[in-house]
């Protein structure tokens, strides 16, 4: 999941962060295994133990959830699940008999298929 943070808002502290997502977004610690910050970019990256946690979270907020700065300022906080895109995968040095169907069925389980193309090498 990430939480992306008003970019115009006061830098916060690892700790108040740490401190926001069990007090505020009521997540459980034992359900949390890594928590990455992304200071530039004004971005929190939390990975859940349990997807269904995550998905309880998603449907309670909505998406969006406040941090509030202690100088009293709000920050609007969007909360989406983290590399959810479209992803273009390029695969090198794969056997030309290897079947599409074996390479689709081994990457199905990171997402749908979209679409396969061998680009043909000299």
């Known amino acids: 999941m ?6 115009k808002s006061p830098r916060i502290s690892a700790l108040d962060i740490h401190e926001w997502i069990f007090e505020q977004l009521h997540v459980p610690e034992n359900v949390v295994t890594m928590v990455q910050i992304d200071w530039t970019r004004r971005q929190v990256y939390i990975k859940f133990a349990n997807f269904q ?18 100088n009293g300022e ?12 479209t992803r273009r995968l390029r695969l090198a040095n ?4 290897t079947p599409d169907e074996a390479v689709s069925f081994a990457f199905s389980k990171y997402g749908e298929i979209k679409e396969m193309q061998r680009e043909v090498g000299l």
Do not use: N, R, W
């Not at 990430?2 to 970019?7: A, E, G, I, R």
């Open 53 to 70: 946690c995550l998905q309880d979270l998603l449907h309670s907020t909505a998406g969006q959830s406040e941090y509030k700065h202690d």
């Open 94 to 97: 794969l056997l030309p008999e």
């Open 2 to 7: 990430v939480c992306s943070f008003d970019p």
């Open 74 to 85: 709000i920050s609007q906080v969007k909360i989406e699940m983290a590399g959810m895109s």
